[in-house]
């Protein structure tokens, strides 16, 4: 569901900032969102891979994840991880990964989780892109939401609390699990990095939200 982020798309990021007030963590965390989410949507092209590489962690865990990640798009091309991104999610039947919410919480495609989610993006006003074919419950499709809700995309800022009911119904059950797969996933080069920085973040996003009260 997810696009690759253009000057203007950049610069609106920058204008939600100033006129919502996020707090500095919270434009890391919708960005950290954004960035999972258009990694995962579709192959990175060279600008996008050029941005990640340019990346630049601290000494947390995430940090360590996030400078392994830029280390690993310095040295991929974008025909390699064309490759490589259908080997991981699409391949001949099926890729290495199923990263659908579905999937992973019953064993099957488009179960009560789908139905699920499309209630709550019903009661939260997200509507599905009409030129989109995934089911919703995607992990791209769901990282956009998230960052979507931290920064007012659906007409306004969804509150913390709302943010944490959505994250334990719709992430925090299997998304850790799945970013772990695509880590030590046959294929993985790039997205082993992709894998790692999603994992950790979703451990520092379950930690946030086990103190929201």
């Not at 997810?2 to 996020?22: F, P, T």
């Not at 064309?82 to 890729?95: D, T, V």
Request: proline share 4%; aromatic share 6%.
């Amino acid at each position: 569901m997810r696009r690759e982020q253009s000057k203007a798309e950049a610069a609106g990021q920058a204008v939600d900032r100033a006129v919502l007030g996020l707090l500095p963590e919270d434009a890391m965390r919708a960005d950290l969102y954004d960035l999972l989410a258009a990694l995962l949507v579709r192959p990175p092209a060279a600008g996008l891979l050029a941005g990640v590489a340019a990346l630049e962690g601290d000494g947390t865990p995430l940090g360590k994840a996030v400078n392994m990640l830029a280390r690993l798009a310095g040295s991929v091309s974008e025909r390699s991880v064309e490759r490589e991104f259908s080997a991981m999610f699409i391949g001949l039947g099926r890729g290495e990964v199923l990263p659908y919410a579905s999937y992973y919480m019953t064993g099957f495609l488009n179960e009560h989780p789908l139905a699920r989610l499309r209630a709550d993006m019903a009661d939260l006003r997200i509507a599905r892109s009409g030129d989109v074919s995934e089911p919703e419950d995607n992990l791209a499709a769901l990282c956009e939401m998230m960052a979507g809700m931290i920064r007012g995309r659906f007409g306004m800022a969804v509150p913390l609390e709302r943010q944490k009911e959505f994250f334990n119904t719709h992430m925090a059950p299997w998304a850790a699990h799945c970013f772990a797969d695509m880590e030590k996933a046959e294929a993985a080069v790039l997205y082993a990095g992709v894998g790692r920085v999603g994992r950790e973040f979703m451990e520092v996003e379950a930690e946030t939200m086990r103190m929201v009260k």
